[in-house]
């Protein structure tokens, strides 16, 4: 278990580490050394199990498909993280790090968006607890997401649109850091995936934790065994698949699939296969796999996704595949279109254009009869309606 896991220094084998600035150097130290301390109090869990509960509406369910299973012939649950307040899996993060950022004597929040998923559920946990929120997301993805956009406002928060680079979720993540940089003593970050500088990745991998706890307690109850054969995630920073593959990551017996965005083609020059593509360099404060140009250049991700064009990919995940735990599979565009409007005429459940791309993992692989698969359904698709009606009326689905 411990080689998949963050070592004392934040490092997940060579990938990892805190790359900051020296002005937050005593936040990211003050974070590190409290957030296992609060994590681990049991007030402190006491009141993020009861919001989980009776806010969020876990636990989420684990839902055998019928359809589904009958046309890839085996069993597939999806794991649904679609059923959450706010419609994801970005909640169960959100609640966990602002109940810290209180007990840290924080008083403004900050984020960064991309899909607008972790930006609403960021705004929503502000309202909860009256603090100030400010969430930075791309000019890009506020014309492709506006329904998140109105929803983030409507909950109090201000939503600045960002006009650097191609206008995405890096750049939004650029902005976030540079605003942290300026206000340091009141303001505390809630990144929104397994990304940034330790202990971040850790910090969001544990509190999504609990998507693969119930997991193992739901299988067990309906399967008698707490282990499927394979678990499948869509990654992009990474935080649903974190959450879906942590309490396996010590069962070799668990096969561990990663979809990450192919965008119209891995070698395209338009993709965010940042797993494929990427080369070790540094982004946001820790050391990953990164999209990259021969003189370092960080290259523009593309993805139908606004949640998975990322250059970069969490450390952890880094590591996964690096060490061969996981295997990573690209799903362009159209795949995971398909696969979305696949598992709504079958299963009458429309997902997220995110959780489409671990669909389309189901076509590019054979499974057996007696096979458990576990599919982490992180979203659903409100927030990609004009999407895919775009996509009917154009008539390519």
Same mark, same amino acid.
């Given at each position: 278990? %411990?080689?998949?896991?963050?070592?004392?220094?934040?490092?997940?084998?060579?990938?990892?580490?805190?790359?900051?600035?020296?002005?937050?150097?005593?936040?990211?130290?003050?974070?590190?050394?409290?957030?296992?301390?609060?994590?681990?109090?049991?007030?402190?869990?006491?009141?993020?199990?009861?919001?989980?509960?009776?806010?969020?509406?876990?636990?989420?369910?684990?839902?055998?498909?019928?359809?589904?299973?009958? *046309?890839?012939?085996?069993?597939?649950?999806? *794991?649904?993280?679609?059923?959450?307040?706010?419609?994801?899996?970005?909640?169960?993060?959100?609640?966990?790090?602002?109940?810290?950022?209180?007990?840290?004597?924080?008083?403004?929040?900050?984020?960064?968006?991309?899909?607008?998923?972790?930006?609403?559920?960021?705004?929503?946990?502000?309202?909860?607890?009256?603090?100030?929120?400010?969430?930075?997301?791309?000019?890009?993805?506020?014309?492709?997401?506006?329904?998140?956009?109105?929803?983030? %406002?409507?909950?109090?928060?201000?939503?600045?649109?960002?006009?650097?680079?191609?206008?995405?979720? *890096?750049?939004?993540?650029?902005?976030?850091?540079?605003?942290?940089?300026?206000?340091?003593?009141?303001?505390?970050?809630?990144?929104?995936?397994?990304?940034?500088?330790?202990?971040?990745?850790?910090?969001?991998?544990?509190?999504?934790?609990?998507?693969?706890?119930?997991?193992?307690?739901?299988?067990?109850?309906?399967?008698? #065994?707490?282990?499927?054969?394979?678990?499948?995630?869509?990654?992009?920073?990474?935080?649903?698949?974190?959450?879906? @593959?942590?309490?396996?990551?010590? %069962?070799?017996?668990?096969?561990?699939?990663?979809?990450?965005?192919?965008?119209?083609?891995?070698?395209?020059?338009?993709?965010?296969?940042?797993?494929?593509?990427?080369?070790?360099?540094?982004?946001?404060? +820790?050391?990953?796999?990164?999209?990259? +140009?021969?003189?370092?250049?960080?290259?523009?991700?593309?993805?139908?996704?606004?949640?998975?064009?990322?250059?970069?990919?969490?450390?952890?995940?880094?590591?996964? @595949?690096?060490?061969?735990? +996981?295997?990573?599979?690209?799903?362009?565009?159209?795949?995971?279109?398909?696969?979305?409007?696949?598992?709504?005429?079958?299963?009458?459940?429309?997902?997220?254009?995110?959780?489409?791309?671990?669909?389309?993992?189901?076509?590019?692989?054979?499974? *057996?009869?007696?096979?458990?698969?576990?599919?982490?359904? +992180?979203?659903?698709?409100?927030?990609?309606?004009?999407?895919?009606? #775009?996509?009917?009326?154009?008539?390519?689905?």
């Amino acid at each position: 278990m %411990e080689k998949f896991r963050v070592d004392e220094n934040g490092f997940y084998g060579e990938f990892g580490g805190a790359y900051i600035p020296e002005i937050l150097y005593d936040n990211v130290e003050n974070l590190k050394n409290a957030y296992l301390k609060i994590l681990d109090d049991e007030l402190f869990q006491k009141e993020y199990n009861d919001l989980l509960r009776d806010y969020v509406g876990r636990p989420t369910p684990l839902y055998l498909t019928r359809r589904l299973s009958d *046309k890839y012939g085996c069993k597939i649950y999806l *794991k649904r993280e679609d059923l959450n307040h706010t419609g994801a899996h970005k909640i169960n993060n959100t609640i966990g790090q602002i109940l810290l950022a209180r007990r840290m004597g924080k008083t403004r929040i900050i984020a960064e968006t991309g899909a607008g998923q972790h930006g609403v559920a960021t705004a929503t946990v502000c309202a909860l607890m009256n603090m100030e929120c400010v969430v930075y997301m791309g000019k890009t993805d506020i014309e492709r997401q506006h329904l998140n956009v109105q929803k983030m %406002e409507m909950l109090g928060a201000t939503v600045i649109p960002v006009t650097s680079g191609n206008m995405t979720l *890096k750049d939004a993540t650029n902005e976030a850091i540079r605003d942290w940089c300026c206000n340091p003593s009141d303001t505390y970050y809630i990144i929104g995936s397994v990304v940034g500088p330790h202990p971040y990745p850790d910090m969001v991998a544990r509190l999504q934790s609990v998507i693969s706890e119930e997991t193992r307690k739901q299988l067990l109850e309906k399967e008698g #065994r707490e282990t499927p054969d394979y678990v499948i995630a869509c990654v992009g920073g990474g935080s649903n698949a974190a959450g879906m @593959v942590y309490h396996f990551l010590d %069962e070799p017996n668990v096969k561990i699939i990663l979809a990450e965005a192919g965008g119209k083609g891995v070698n395209s020059g338009e993709s965010a296969a940042t797993i494929q593509l990427g080369k070790k360099g540094i982004i946001h404060g +820790s050391k990953t796999l990164i999209m990259q +140009s021969e003189d370092g250049q960080i290259e523009e991700p593309y993805s139908i996704s606004a949640g998975l064009d990322y250059p970069g990919i969490g450390p952890m995940h880094a590591h996964l @595949v690096k060490s061969g735990r +996981s295997e990573v599979l690209a799903i362009d565009d159209d795949e995971a279109i398909e696969a979305a409007f696949e598992l709504t005429a079958l299963e009458g459940i429309i997902p997220a254009i995110e959780s489409a791309h671990a669909l389309g993992v189901l076509k590019k692989k054979t499974f *057996k009869p007696d096979d458990v698969v576990v599919l982490c359904l +992180s979203g659903r698709g409100d927030k990609d309606m004009e999407t895919y009606v #775009r996509l009917k009326e154009e008539g390519g689905f």
